[in-house]
């Protein structure tokens, strides 16, 4: 009963009722990504059963650290963006959102580079860790940056200012954000190990 | 648009600067100690160690995660 009157209230109340969305639609994503992650983590066990910890001598610690670094300052930019939508900044907002995407390419072109660039064969032990693990992270980073390309096209017009109609622009970071908790692990993972 | 709200994002920023640095001092520091450590199982512990600190920062700062069962939005 008091749940039935609550459900009223909510839906008397716009934007309560618009709160009430967000809360269902976050608990939906985080779902998402807790079974997303469960796949990389399989991907991860995979990479210690078929190699243990050896990593191949000949691969470009500098670019690893590079891209890493580029990741890592992608989420901060993403975080910017927003904060910046959260509390109705829309001109900031967008500019790191495409500041975000810069860097977002700037990664991938940095893992097509460390691919043509490799002394390994997919065939090997070492790299079919390698090339899968960093193949599907980096499809999860195209993905994010086509779901960040559309946020910041429809972002224009004050449509995500304040409030709950903020969600798309938070949900998209949080999908970008996974996608760097991902790479934290696959970095020491995949580069630093002996 | 208030100064509150401006003063209000301001602070978030700032939190958010402090994330990101703390999360790059991790970043060189698993780097150092990945080059300058001969012991696997010494180097797994403190890289998996590391990892672990920046996922949590990530989760927590950067990705709300105690919006999940928090009653109301706050920024």
Request: hydrophobic residues 55%.
């Amino acid at each position: 009963m008091a749940a039935a009157v609550s459900h009223s209230h909510e839906h008397a109340d716009p934007v309560a009722h618009a709160w009430h969305r967000v809360r269902i639609n976050r608990l939906g994503l985080w779902l998402f990504l807790i079974s997303d992650g469960a796949l990389f983590a399989i991907f991860a066990a995979s990479r210690f059963y078929i190699a243990g910890t050896a990593i191949d001598p000949h691969l470009n610690q500098l670019l690893g650290l590079a891209i890493t670094s580029l990741l890592l300052l992608s989420s901060f930019s993403a975080y910017r963006a927003e904060t910046a939508f959260a509390h109705g900044n829309t001109a900031h907002g967008r500019t790191m959102l495409l500041a975000t995407i810069l860097m977002g390419l700037l990664f991938v072109g940095g893992v097509a580079y460390e691919w043509s660039i490799a002394e390994f064969a997919a065939s090997e032990v070492y790299g079919t860790a390698f090339f899968s693990m960093t193949g599907m992270h980096a499809f999860h980073v195209v993905t994010g940056l086509l779901f960040l390309a559309v946020i910041w096209a429809r972002s224009g017009g004050g449509r995500y200012s304040q409030g709950p109609a903020v969600w798309p622009v938070t949900a998209v970071v949080i999908y970008w954000h996974f996608v760097d908790v991902v790479w934290v692990f696959f970095y020491p993972t995949l580069y630093l190990l002996k | 648009m208030s100064n509150g709200n401006h003063g209000g994002e301001a602070a978030q920023q700032r939190k958010g600067l402090m994330v990101f640095l703390a999360l790059a001092v991790l970043t060189v520091v698993e780097y150092i100690v990945a080059v300058s450590l001969t012991s696997t199982p010494l180097l797994v512990t403190l890289l998996a160690l590391a990892a672990g600190a920046k996922c949590w920062a990530i989760t927590v700062y950067f990705m709300h995660v105690t919006r999940l069962w928090r009653g109301e939005e706050v920024h």
